[in-house]
């Protein structure tokens, strides 16, 4: 599913503009490219920026393997390396459970490639929701909004 206001995969001028693809063994890639926009001390980036690119890339796992409607709970990082701008940070995420409504992703971002050092850890917790999460919370429209802009025929927006 797929949001165009999103900040995170949405078209918006200061977004991060991330896409996913799902590989081997059901491990969901994105990539997030540090731009000087996203600077926290000169020339790196800030860490609350790569919480948000992984909040992200992990909610794109649950979105992409669970294909239901959730939010995040928890979001837990670990800042191993500094992450200098003009990187690109190739983050592989995976779905480590589901207990109830509870949903359990784990993600690591390397620098500059898919086998370059590991940067960023995160591990969050998603709690799957009904889709008045997002009408009563959100704008009323809210369903019209994820439609109008879905690019996947096969969400199951309505079941
Ligand atoms: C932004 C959403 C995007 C669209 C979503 C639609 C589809 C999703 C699919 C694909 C999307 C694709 C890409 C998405 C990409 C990025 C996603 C970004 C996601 C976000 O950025 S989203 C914004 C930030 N997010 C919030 O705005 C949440 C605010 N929050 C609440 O709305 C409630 O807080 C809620 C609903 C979380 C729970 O409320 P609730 O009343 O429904 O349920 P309850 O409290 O009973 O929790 C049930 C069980 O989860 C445990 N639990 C809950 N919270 C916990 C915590 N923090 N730590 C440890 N355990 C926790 C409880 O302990 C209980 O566990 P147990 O069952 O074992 O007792």
Redesign the pocket.
Do not use: I
């Given at each position: 599913?797929?949001?165009d206001q999103?900040f995170?995969?949405g078209d918006v001028e200061s977004g991060l503009h991330m896409r996913t693809t799902v590989g081997e063994h059901m491990v969901v890639h994105s990539r997030f490219t540090v731009t000087e926009a996203h600077q926290g001390a000169p020339g790196l980036a800030h860490g609350g920026l790569l919480a948000c690119a992984f909040?992200?890339a992990?909610?794109?796992t649950?979105?992409?393997l669970?294909?239901?409607?959730?939010?995040?709970?928890?979001l837990e990082t670990d800042f191993v390396r500094p992450v200098p701008v003009g990187t690109t940070l190739y983050i592989a995420a995976r779905l480590d459970g589901v207990?109830?409504?509870?949903i359990y992703v784990s993600a690591e971002g390397r620098l500059g490639s898919a086998d370059g050092q590991v940067a960023v850890r995160a591990r969050a917790?998603?709690?799957q929701?009904g889709f008045e999460?997002?009408t009563t919370?959100g704008y009323a429209d809210a369903l019209q909004r994820?439609r109008s802009t879905t690019r996947e025929s096969k969400w199951d927006i309505n079941p």
């Open positions: 599913m797929h949001y999103c995170g995969c909040d992200e992990l909610g794109s649950v979105g992409n669970l294909r239901k409607p959730a939010v995040t709970g928890k207990a109830g409504r509870k917790l998603f709690v929701v999460h997002f919370h994820f």
